[in-house]
T-cell receptor
Framework: KQEVTQIPAALSVPEGENLVLNCSFT??????LQWFRQDPGKGLTSLLL?????REQTSGRLNASLDKSSGRSTLYIAASQPGDSATYLC???????????FGQGTRLTINP | SQTIHQWPATLVQPVGSPLSLECTVE??????LYWYRQAAGRGLQLLFY??????ISSEVPQNLSASRPQDRQFILSSKKLLLSDSGFYLC???????????FGQGTRLTVV
């Protein structure tokens, strides 16, 4: 059974810092991995999708990496801003199934 | 561009009452559609998915049902709500099995 873990559960950093969020998964048989952000009481906003054959994807100040063999992904946020405050979720699309398996998320707070 | 709409945003319903949540996608055809539930401390759980009109697959046994009466419309229903049905319900779509998933803004359901 695929399990996805995100550590830490919460993170608070001052504005301007570069930071890394971690995601690990137990079964490397995945099609892809997707990072989302969720603002309080809102839906999920897709940030980046990495296919299993890819090593990384970039969008603006965000960079996501994928090491399928070790079951790890990281989301790097450069020059953090207060508007980056949200819960960040990673999810893997497992082979042979339609569903995304989600981690519990990391609640990020950027302090001005 | 494609958009996804979910309504209502919030709903308070008494135990034993019926439920109907709607989700529609615009700007695409034949999307894969999904209903997830997000409960506090339990992460996101896939409830139903559909890869075509009239085709519904259930991931977990429960008090809910889903229907897809039109290509871009997905409905989540219940005949009699239970307290345990309370939660945050999210509709999602993607074009193909390995493409990016997009989520709606969610419906906060409170059963009282």
């Amino acid at each position: 059974k695929q399990e996805v873990t995100q550590i830490p559960a919460a993170l608070s950093v001052p504005e301007g810092e570069n930071l890394v969020l971690n995601c690990s998964f137990t079964d490397s048989a995945i099609y892809n991995l997707q990072w989302f952000r969720q603002d309080p009481g809102k839906g999920l906003t897709s940030l980046l999708l990495i296919q299993s054959s890819q090593r990384e994807q970039t969008s603006g100040r965000l960079n996501a990496s994928l090491d399928k063999s070790s079951g790890r992904s990281t989301l790097y946020i450069a020059a953090s801003q207060p508007g980056d405050s949200a819960t960040y979720l990673c999810a893997v699309r497992i082979q042979g199934a339609q569903k995304l398996v989600f981690g519990q998320g990391t609640r990020l707070t950027i302090n001005p | 561009s494609q958009t996804i709409h979910q309504w209502p945003a919030t709903l308070v319903q008494p135990v034993g009452s019926p439920l109907s949540l709607e989700c529609t996608v615009e700007g695409t055809s034949n999307p894969n559609l999904y209903w997830y539930r997000q409960a506090a401390g339990r992460g996101l759980q896939l409830l139903f998915y559909s890869v075509g009109i009239g085709q519904i697959s259930s991931e977990v046994p429960q008090n809910l049902s889903a229907s897809r009466p039109q290509d871009r419309q997905f409905i989540l229903s219940s005949k009699k709500l239970l307290l345990s049905d309370s939660g945050f319900y999210l509709c999602a779509w993607r074009q193909g099995p390995n493409t990016e998933a997009f989520f709606g803004q969610g419906t906060r359901l409170t059963v009282v």
